[in-house]
Protein backbone atom coordinates (compact mmCIF):
# COMPACT_ATOMS: atom_id res chain seq x y z
CA UNK A 1 0.00 0.00 0.00
CA UNK A 2 1.04 3.37 -0.97
CA UNK A 3 0.26 6.41 1.11
CA UNK A 4 0.27 9.92 0.09
CA UNK A 5 0.31 12.59 1.67
CA UNK A 6 -0.69 15.91 0.17
CA UNK A 7 -1.89 19.47 1.18
CA UNK A 8 -5.14 19.59 0.23
CA UNK A 9 -8.08 18.15 -1.34
CA UNK A 10 -7.43 19.67 -4.75
CA UNK A 11 -4.00 18.43 -4.95
CA UNK A 12 -5.01 14.85 -4.07
CA UNK A 13 -7.76 15.46 -6.36
CA UNK A 14 -5.72 16.49 -9.02
CA UNK A 15 -3.17 13.78 -8.40
CA UNK A 16 -6.27 11.04 -8.68
CA UNK A 17 -7.40 12.52 -12.00
CA UNK A 18 -3.17 11.84 -12.97
CA UNK A 19 -3.70 7.97 -12.45
CA UNK A 20 -7.13 8.28 -14.32
CA UNK A 21 -5.70 10.26 -17.25
CA UNK A 22 -2.97 8.41 -17.67
CA UNK A 23 -4.89 5.21 -17.91
CA UNK A 24 -7.55 6.49 -20.40
CA UNK A 25 -4.12 7.18 -22.68
CA UNK A 26 -3.01 3.63 -22.35
CA UNK A 27 -6.50 2.13 -21.86
CA UNK A 28 -8.96 4.45 -24.05
CA UNK A 29 -11.84 1.59 -23.15
CA UNK A 30 -10.93 1.19 -19.38
CA UNK A 31 -13.12 0.48 -16.84
CA UNK A 32 -13.35 3.02 -13.97
CA UNK A 33 -15.14 2.29 -10.53
CA UNK A 34 -16.93 5.39 -9.56
CA UNK A 35 -17.45 6.32 -5.93
CA UNK A 36 -19.82 8.26 -4.18
CA UNK A 37 -19.32 10.52 -0.77
CA UNK A 38 -17.58 14.09 -0.73
CA UNK A 39 -14.61 12.96 -0.78
CA UNK A 40 -14.13 11.76 -4.56
CA UNK A 41 -15.95 15.19 -5.47
CA UNK A 42 -12.33 16.89 -6.03
CA UNK A 43 -11.38 14.22 -8.62
CA UNK A 44 -14.56 14.51 -10.92
CA UNK A 45 -14.32 18.29 -10.28
CA UNK A 46 -10.67 17.73 -11.58
CA UNK A 47 -11.68 15.41 -14.32
CA UNK A 48 -14.53 17.40 -15.94
CA UNK A 49 -11.97 20.58 -16.01
CA UNK A 50 -9.18 18.30 -18.14
CA UNK A 51 -12.26 17.17 -20.41
CA UNK A 52 -13.25 20.44 -21.08
CA UNK A 53 -9.95 22.05 -20.72
CA UNK A 54 -8.14 19.52 -22.34
CA UNK A 55 -9.96 17.16 -24.23
CA UNK A 56 -9.48 14.36 -22.33
CA UNK A 57 -11.48 11.55 -23.57
CA UNK A 58 -14.16 9.39 -21.58
CA UNK A 59 -16.22 8.41 -25.31
CA UNK A 60 -14.87 4.51 -24.59
CA UNK A 61 -14.46 4.31 -20.91
CA UNK A 62 -17.02 2.19 -19.00
CA UNK A 63 -18.10 3.56 -15.07
CA UNK A 64 -19.15 0.96 -12.44
CA UNK A 65 -20.43 2.55 -9.59
CA UNK A 66 -19.51 0.99 -6.05
CA UNK A 67 -22.94 0.82 -3.98
CA UNK A 68 -26.35 1.99 -3.98
CA UNK A 69 -29.08 2.80 -1.41
CA UNK A 70 -32.36 0.75 -1.47
CA UNK A 71 -35.73 1.45 -1.01
CA UNK A 72 -34.95 5.58 -2.71
CA UNK A 73 -37.44 5.86 -5.11
CA UNK A 74 -35.80 5.98 -8.91
CA UNK A 75 -34.52 9.06 -9.75
CA UNK A 76 -34.24 10.68 -6.08
CA UNK A 77 -31.48 13.03 -6.27
CA UNK A 78 -29.44 11.24 -3.09
CA UNK A 79 -29.70 8.01 -4.94
CA UNK A 80 -26.08 7.26 -6.16
CA UNK A 81 -27.28 6.61 -9.54
CA UNK A 82 -27.77 10.35 -9.55
CA UNK A 83 -25.05 11.41 -7.84
CA UNK A 84 -22.87 9.48 -10.55
CA UNK A 85 -25.00 11.07 -13.09
CA UNK A 86 -24.90 14.41 -11.54
CA UNK A 87 -20.72 14.61 -10.47
CA UNK A 88 -19.39 13.11 -13.24
CA UNK A 89 -21.29 11.52 -16.36
CA UNK A 90 -22.75 14.44 -17.33
CA UNK A 91 -19.44 16.70 -17.18
CA UNK A 92 -17.80 14.08 -19.42
CA UNK A 93 -18.10 12.90 -22.26
CA UNK A 94 -18.53 9.05 -21.21
CA UNK A 95 -21.68 7.26 -22.98
CA UNK A 96 -24.35 6.93 -20.19
CA UNK A 97 -25.24 3.47 -21.81
CA UNK A 98 -21.84 2.30 -20.27
CA UNK A 99 -22.34 3.51 -16.89
CA UNK A 100 -23.76 1.42 -14.09
CA UNK A 101 -25.21 1.11 -10.92
CA UNK A 102 -26.13 -1.57 -8.34
CA UNK A 103 -29.94 -1.77 -8.56
CA UNK A 104 -31.37 -1.24 -5.15
CA UNK A 105 -34.94 -0.76 -6.96
CA UNK A 106 -34.91 -4.29 -7.85
CA UNK A 107 -37.25 -7.00 -6.94
CA UNK A 108 -34.56 -9.54 -7.04
CA UNK A 109 -32.01 -8.24 -5.02
CA UNK A 110 -30.19 -11.32 -4.70
CA UNK A 111 -30.50 -11.65 -8.50
CA UNK A 112 -29.83 -8.32 -9.43
CA UNK A 113 -26.74 -8.52 -7.29
CA UNK A 114 -25.38 -11.52 -9.38
CA UNK A 115 -26.13 -9.93 -12.06
CA UNK A 116 -23.65 -6.72 -11.54
CA UNK A 117 -21.23 -8.63 -10.82
CA UNK A 118 -21.32 -10.06 -14.32
CA UNK A 119 -21.39 -7.38 -15.93
CA UNK A 120 -18.14 -6.23 -13.98
CA UNK A 121 -16.74 -9.15 -15.43
CA UNK A 122 -18.22 -9.17 -18.88
CA UNK A 123 -17.00 -5.57 -18.98
CA UNK A 124 -13.02 -6.93 -18.49
CA UNK A 125 -13.09 -5.62 -14.72
CA UNK A 126 -12.30 -2.75 -12.92
CA UNK A 127 -8.85 -1.20 -13.66
CA UNK A 128 -9.36 1.79 -11.77
CA UNK A 129 -11.40 1.71 -8.50
CA UNK A 130 -11.93 5.29 -6.62
CA UNK A 131 -12.58 4.83 -3.14
CA UNK A 132 -13.47 7.09 0.23
CA UNK A 133 -13.42 5.96 3.65
CA UNK A 134 -16.11 5.71 6.18
CA UNK A 135 -15.60 6.84 9.79
CA UNK A 136 -15.78 3.45 10.91
CA UNK A 137 -13.35 2.33 8.16
CA UNK A 138 -16.07 1.26 5.61
CA UNK A 139 -15.51 0.73 1.94
CA UNK A 140 -18.34 0.94 -0.43
CA UNK A 141 -20.93 0.34 1.94
CA UNK A 142 -19.02 -3.01 3.70
CA UNK A 143 -19.34 -2.09 7.29
CA UNK A 144 -17.80 -3.73 9.88
CA UNK A 145 -17.76 -7.41 10.33
CA UNK A 146 -17.92 -7.92 6.03
CA UNK A 147 -16.47 -10.63 5.04
CA UNK A 148 -13.30 -9.61 3.27
CA UNK A 149 -14.33 -12.42 0.53
CA UNK A 150 -17.60 -10.76 0.07
CA UNK A 151 -19.44 -9.87 -3.68
CA UNK A 152 -22.30 -7.75 -4.44
CA UNK A 153 -24.80 -7.98 -1.56
CA UNK A 154 -27.28 -6.19 0.22
CA UNK A 155 -26.56 -4.94 3.49
CA UNK A 156 -27.59 -2.98 6.69
CA UNK A 157 -26.33 0.64 8.04
CA UNK A 158 -24.79 0.94 11.27
CA UNK A 159 -26.47 4.01 12.90
CA UNK A 160 -23.47 6.12 12.98
CA UNK A 161 -22.90 5.54 8.93
CA UNK A 162 -26.53 6.97 8.56
CA UNK A 163 -25.58 9.95 10.81
CA UNK A 164 -22.58 10.94 9.01
CA UNK A 165 -24.95 10.20 5.60
CA UNK A 166 -28.03 12.26 7.17
CA UNK A 167 -26.62 15.35 5.88
CA UNK A 168 -27.21 15.10 2.23
CA UNK A 169 -31.67 14.35 3.29
CA UNK A 170 -33.37 16.52 5.50
CA UNK A 171 -33.39 14.10 8.26
CA UNK A 172 -32.21 10.92 9.74
CA UNK A 173 -35.49 9.47 8.81
CA UNK A 174 -35.24 9.78 5.44
CA UNK A 175 -31.96 7.49 5.35
CA UNK A 176 -32.44 4.36 4.27
CA UNK A 177 -31.63 1.56 6.09
CA UNK A 178 -30.01 -1.14 3.39
CA UNK A 179 -28.11 -0.61 0.79
CA UNK A 180 -26.48 -2.69 -2.04
CA UNK A 181 -22.39 -2.63 -2.10
CA UNK A 182 -19.92 -4.21 -4.24
CA UNK A 183 -18.15 -7.04 -1.81
CA UNK A 184 -14.57 -6.48 -0.59
CA UNK A 185 -13.68 -9.14 -2.36
CA UNK A 186 -15.20 -7.70 -5.47
CA UNK A 187 -13.41 -4.28 -4.93
CA UNK A 188 -10.33 -6.52 -4.58
CA UNK A 189 -10.45 -7.53 -7.97
CA UNK A 190 -9.78 -3.97 -9.28
CA UNK A 191 -6.34 -4.25 -10.74
CA UNK A 192 -5.27 -0.36 -9.17
CA UNK A 193 -7.55 1.26 -5.88
CA UNK A 194 -7.13 4.78 -5.36
CA UNK A 195 -8.93 5.78 -2.09
CA UNK A 196 -8.95 9.30 -0.76
CA UNK A 197 -9.24 10.72 2.42
CA UNK A 198 -9.32 14.69 4.20
CA UNK A 199 -9.97 15.48 7.63
CA UNK A 200 -9.58 14.80 11.21
CA UNK A 201 -12.79 12.82 11.03
CA UNK A 202 -10.97 10.44 9.33
CA UNK A 203 -8.22 10.08 11.14
CA UNK A 204 -8.55 7.44 13.39
CA UNK A 205 -9.94 5.35 10.31
CA UNK A 206 -6.51 5.81 8.18
CA UNK A 207 -4.78 4.99 11.05
CA UNK A 208 -6.56 1.84 11.47
CA UNK A 209 -6.43 0.38 7.81
CA UNK A 210 -3.16 1.53 7.29
CA UNK A 211 -1.52 0.24 10.26
CA UNK A 212 -4.16 -1.77 12.13
CA UNK A 213 -4.23 -5.48 11.46
CA UNK A 214 -6.24 -7.06 8.22
CA UNK A 215 -9.40 -7.56 9.92
CA UNK A 216 -13.22 -7.55 9.30
CA UNK A 217 -13.47 -5.00 11.53
CA UNK A 218 -11.95 -2.24 9.44
CA UNK A 219 -13.06 -3.00 5.89
CA UNK A 220 -10.80 -0.64 4.35
CA UNK A 221 -7.87 -2.83 6.02
CA UNK A 222 -7.93 -5.71 3.26
CA UNK A 223 -6.40 -2.65 0.91
CA UNK A 224 -3.24 -4.15 2.68
CA UNK A 225 -3.43 -7.15 0.74
CA UNK A 226 -4.20 -5.63 -2.54
CA UNK A 227 -1.32 -5.32 -4.79
CA UNK A 228 -1.57 -1.86 -6.59
CA UNK A 229 -3.23 0.37 -3.83
CA UNK A 230 -2.58 3.97 -3.40
CA UNK A 231 -4.04 6.31 -0.54
CA UNK A 232 -4.30 9.79 -0.91
CA UNK A 233 -4.87 11.88 2.27
CA UNK A 234 -4.03 15.68 3.86
CA UNK A 235 -2.64 16.29 6.93
CA UNK A 236 -5.04 15.81 9.11
CA UNK A 237 -6.22 12.21 8.00
CA UNK A 238 -2.70 11.49 8.43
CA UNK A 239 -2.60 12.95 11.73
CA UNK A 240 -3.05 9.73 13.70
CA UNK A 241 -0.54 7.64 12.06
C1 LIG B 1 -20.64 6.58 2.03
C2 LIG B 1 -20.22 5.85 0.76
C3 LIG B 1 -18.76 5.51 0.79
C4 LIG B 1 -17.95 6.74 1.18
C5 LIG B 1 -18.35 7.18 2.55
C6 LIG B 1 -17.55 8.37 3.05
O1 LIG B 1 -20.89 5.74 3.08
N1 LIG B 1 -20.97 4.65 0.57
O2 LIG B 1 -18.38 5.06 -0.51
O3 LIG B 1 -16.59 6.44 1.15
O4 LIG B 1 -19.71 7.56 2.48
O5 LIG B 1 -18.10 9.55 2.55
P1 LIG B 1 -17.41 10.96 2.60
O6 LIG B 1 -16.37 10.94 1.56
O7 LIG B 1 -18.50 11.91 2.29
O8 LIG B 1 -16.86 11.13 3.96
Given at each position: MEVVILPDAARIGAMAADAIE???????DA??????????????????????ENGLDFSRAHGFAL????G???????????VIRREFSDRVNIDPR?????????????AACEEYERA??????VDLQILGVGTDGHIGFNEPGSSLASRTRIKTLIEQTRKDNARFFSSIEEVPHHVVTQGLGTIMDARHVV?????????????????GPVSAICAASVLQLHP???????EAAASSL
Open positions: ALLKRKPVLGLATGSSPLPIYDELARRHVDEYVLPVGHRESYRENVHSPNGAAEDILIKSAGGLVATGAQKAQAVRDFVEHATVLID
